[in-house]
């Protein structure tokens, strides 16, 4: 590709030229490319830097990326197979009480409650 070649060039030429740098130039050049570095750390999001320290730490202790992503994959999957189970089949959920709020009556329990005439003399 051209940006390959392009960058290849770029590359000899920066060897070629850095052997005729002085001590004084390269020592400002390893400077700046160290704050440049500690600014783009500094920049990363916590969690960021964090997933990518558990990722490197998984590969060195023999997990291999696909087998990692594959894992990570499948727990996601689970987490949302399970998360929809939960909100599909909720016992909580009353049609009833919905019916009621939507017509705008009180259901039966509001009216034994003792709770609520409390609440209605607040009011």
């Not at 770029?10 to 004084?24: F, I, R, S």
């Not at 990518?52 to 291999?64: E, F, M, P, T, V």
């Not at 009621?100 to 409650?113: I, S």
Request: aromatic letters at 8%; glycine letters at 4%.
């Amino acid at each position: 590709m051209i940006e390959d070649r392009i960058v290849r060039q770029v590359k000899q030429y920066l060897d070629a030229n850095m052997a005729q740098l002085d001590d004084n130039a390269a020592q400002r050049l390893t400077l700046a490319r160290q704050r440049a570095l500690q600014a783009y750390v500094q920049k990363t999001p916590f969690w960021t830097r964090v997933m990518a320290g558990l990722q490197s730490w998984l590969i060195r202790h023999g997990w291999q990326p696909r087998v990692l992503s594959a894992w990570v994959s499948a727990a996601l999957l689970l987490a949302m197979v399970t998360g929809t189970h939960h909100v599909l089949n909720d016992d909580c959920y009353d049609e009833e009480v919905d019916a009621v709020l939507l017509a705008d009556e009180l259901p039966l329990g509001a009216y034994v409650d003792n709770g609520f005439d409390q609440w209605l003399e607040q009011l």
